[in-house]
């Protein structure tokens, strides 16, 4: 028992997140054994876990208080966007789901914003919830950005921005809700709509369409966590109604280390890029995964 309330005071997370009910902590426990195959059976049904109140109750005031403060460093952009992030393609038929355009309007705080004693940075870097976060979704191993501008980053979406539907191009998404708009805002997703042998074009375009049929609508609360396969399952947030922001944590972390966004995706986001950035244009730096976005 001292033990354990000696482990208790010295972990950084201890107050921050509800670790007697998430013990991500203690992932060899039969509890943290418990809540793995917990998370790893809803994202293999759904394509995604929620972790209600991840942040107990007492850390959720620091919490809203703190992405509130940072929240004016947000860069926003905007843009019209398909579900594939592509170009229109004028073979195909104008209702076609390549070339169904919508707005998108969102705003981001740079990690390089987000100091080192805040709540969402101890969480981002502590080794427990990495391994959490690895054990979750099948990798021994996961890392942080070496990208100081989107390894941790914080959305903002004011009256009218949203994000339209629309697949991710990485593997997984990790992030955590920090505040509620007084209206919309509304996380909504068709799981496994598309698969890598087909995209199922019809089914998305009936979605695209307003046919809600296999779409499921999460209402998040502040100090909910999500782990989220976004590849294969067509999402959304829908527009934000009201003076209340919507704020929401993205905690981004690679399968391998040195993981580098690119520059032309930092100005865009960010609307600046960082010193590693520019180096990347000089010298032509390559990254390791050699993706294209």
């Given amino acids: 028992m001292q033990a354990e309330q000696n482990t208790a005071e010295t972990n950084p997370l201890a107050g921050l997140l509800d670790l007697a009910q998430y013990p991500i902590n203690a992932l060899d426990s039969p509890d943290g054994q418990a809540l793995i195959a917990y998370c790893r059976r809803q994202l293999e049904e759904d394509g995604c876990v929620v972790l209600e109140r991840f942040v107990p109750e007492e850390a959720l005031t620091r919490l809203e208080a703190e992405t509130k403060r940072l929240s004016p460093e947000a860069h926003y952009n905007q843009t019209e966007t398909n579900p594939y992030n592509s170009d229109p393609d004028p073979d195909l038929p104008d209702d076609h789901p390549k070339n169904r355009f919508a707005d998108r309007t969102n705003g981001f705080v740079a990690g390089d914003r987000i100091g080192a004693d805040t709540i969402i940075r101890k969480i981002y870097e502590s080794p427990d919830f990495q391994r959490f976060v690895g054990a979750v979704v099948g990798l021994e191993e996961i890392h942080e950005y070496a990208d100081p501008l989107a390894g941790l980053v914080v959305n903002v979406l004011r009256e009218g921005c949203q994000h339209p539907w629309h697949y991710d191009t990485n593997e997984f998404i990790v992030t955590m809700m920090t505040r509620q708009s007084e209206a919309g805002g509304r996380f909504e997703y068709s799981p496994g709509i598309r698969s890598p042998g087909g995209e199922n074009f019809e089914g998305v375009q009936r979605v695209l369409d307003g046919d809600d049929h296999n779409v499921r609508k999460l209402d998040l609360q502040p100090g909910d966590l999500q782990i989220f396969f976004g590849r294969y ?19 981004a972390y690679a399968r391998e280390p040195g993981f580098i966004g690119r520059p032309e995706r930092a100005l865009r986001i960010f609307g600046r890029m960082a010193p590693i950035h520019e180096r990347l244009l000089q010298e032509g730096i390559e990254r390791s995964d050699r993706l294209a976005d």
């Fill in 233 to 251: 399952s067509l999402h959304r947030v829908t527009p934000v109604e009201g003076n209340r922001e919507r704020h929401t944590v993205i905690f």
